[in-house]
T-cell receptor, first 111, second 117 residues
């Protein structure tokens, strides 16, 4: 099935550093979602975005709906060890009800 | 709190047997539920859309006779992996929309780890 390109695939960072990741598509989306998945568990919703240019925060997390509607960004400030996990973006195309998921960014935080 | 409950969380079965996985919406009614499959270190792939009171809609390449979906009530959808084989070993996760409209976010169950020996 179709997937979104997510970058980077993985990253190792020091505790306290900021993290940036993005998700890009060749087609436009009406909604962007960002999830975090811990090993052996289902993804947990972090942030939902509904309008081009929208910038939304959830604690240390900030996500933006790209102005072209073809991309989205997630930033994590002052990372902590519990930020470790896999982050997925998901996009919803106009006229559909099925979300497409990104390839994931695996984050590891070094204490 | 959790909005979707999935059971069992893990199951090991022998090749050729069938396994049923349950997905329940908690404290709300879900006319539509979604079943995803996730292989190790890969993304989530939509398998099928479960529709209450009607047939499920399967994604291209997913065998409907192998992955039987039943959505008999507004709070329960089941996925049965029939005649399971080792290649069916995977992480199966259900999800539901929270809110109205197709753009409402998906909330996921905790997943079921299936291992076929």
């Amino acid at each position: 099935g179709q997937q979104l390109n997510q970058s980077p695939q993985s990253m190792f960072i020091q505790e306290g550093e900021d993290v940036s990741m993005n998700c890009t598509s060749s087609s436009i989306f009406n909604t962007w979602l960002w999830y975090k998945q811990d090993p052996g568990e289902g993804p947990v919703l972090l942030i939902a975005l509904y309008k081009a240019g929208e910038l939304t925060s959830n604690g240390r997390l900030t996500a933006q709906f790209g102005i072209t509607r073809k991309d989205s960004f997630l930033n994590i400030s002052a990372s902590i060890p519990s930020d470790v996990g896999i982050y997925f973006c998901a996009g919803l195309s106009p006229g559909t009800y099925k979300y497409i998921f990104g390839t994931g960014t695996r984050l590891k935080v070094l204490a | 709190g959790a909005v979707v409950s999935q059971h069992p969380s893990w199951v090991i079965c022998k090749s050729g047997t069938s396994v049923k996985i349950e997905c329940r919406s908690l404290d709300f009614q879900a006319t539509t539920m979604f079943w995803y499959r996730q292989f190790p270190k890969q993304s989530l792939m939509l398998m099928a859309t479960s529709n209450e009171g009607s047939k499920a809609t399967y994604e291209q390449g997913v065998e409907k006779d192998k992955f039987l979906i039943n959505h008999a009530s507004l709070t329960l959808s089941t996925l049965t992996v029939t005649s399971a084989h080792p290649e069916d070993s995977s992480f199966y996760i259900c999800s539901v929309h929270i809110g109205t409209g197709p753009g409402s976010p998906l909330h996921f169950g905790n997943g079921t780890r299936l291992t076929v020996t």
